[in-house]
């Protein structure tokens, strides 16, 4: 086995080393992987811990298992590219093919508190659009975000049916502003009683969180995006340079 694997358990490098094998297409959609047998066979592990290696697999969303048949390589919904700034339904498009559809959580407008007066700028107590929506590809909810916006930049933004339309394109074209620009964080959180239930995934299930605040070309910040990820359906991509 590879040496950068060798402090951890035998199932998880042999998962590993089998992921790595996906996502360098070694093994393509609708593949068949080795079986818990051949699995054993190629590592000298016990068939426990083969089965254990696939279900990991399969639990981490590269594969599904049909009885009787075997474990073959899943198509991964979304694959996001971590330096591109694109609409969420835009991203989906280009990535998959698939049309996201978008249901409306909870829409209206509140006060800024301390921390949504840091990331927009603005006093405590300033009036902020509020938009909570669940995003849905192939009929599984893949996302649930929170959208915050200045009132004074968008009046009656919580008017206009989301689920219809999109907030990007809306923000961008009818109220005509430019978002060039944005400043993400990324973490791993584990989802509670309300996020679990909108993305139908038990609770305590480990999820993407993206922290987002996108400027226009003046170095405004125009919307603060809280938005979490089901991990078993988006793939994200990045590109490293060499610091010089």
């Excluded at 009885?67 to 979304?78: A, L, N, S």
């Excluded at 698939?98 to 829409?107: A, F």
């Excluded at 919580?158 to 005509?176: A, G, P, Q």
């Amino acid at each position: 086995m590879q040496n950068s694997y060798y402090l951890l358990p035998k199932y998880h490098q042999i998962k590993e080393m089998i992921i790595e094998k996906i996502e360098k297409k070694e093994y393509k959609v609708g593949d068949k992987l080795p079986s818990e047998r051949e699995i054993s066979e190629i590592y000298s592990v016990s068939r426990m811990t083969a089965r254990k290696a696939l279900l990991e697999v399969i639990n981490e969303g590269h594969a599904y298992s049909e009885p009787g048949r075997g474990t073959f390589v899943k198509e991964r919904t979304v694959e996001n590219y971590l330096t591109r700034l694109e609409g969420f339904s835009y991203m989906v498009k280009r990535s998959s093919g698939m049309e996201t559809i978008s249901r409306e959580i909870e829409k209206k407008v509140i006060e800024a508190d301390s921390i949504l007066a840091e990331k927009l700028k603005v006093p405590i107590g300033t009036p902020i659009n509020m938009i909570a929506r669940s995003r849905i590809v192939d009929k599984d909810p893949i996302a649930f975000e929170y959208s915050f916006t200045k009132l004074e930049d968008f009046p009656d933004l919580v008017d206009i049916d989301f689920s219809k339309n999109s907030l990007f394109e809306t923000m961008t074209k009818k109220y005509n502003v430019d978002i060039v620009h944005a400043k993400q964080t990324l973490e791993i959180v584990y989802a509670d009683k309300d996020v679990s239930r909108i993305l139908q995934v038990p609770k305590k299930t480990a999820l993407f969180l993206f922290k987002d605040v996108s400027d226009d070309g003046n170095a405004k910040p125009i919307e603060f995006c809280v938005r979490y990820v089901r991990a078993d359906k988006c793939h994200f991509y990045n590109e490293i340079t060499k610091v010089k």
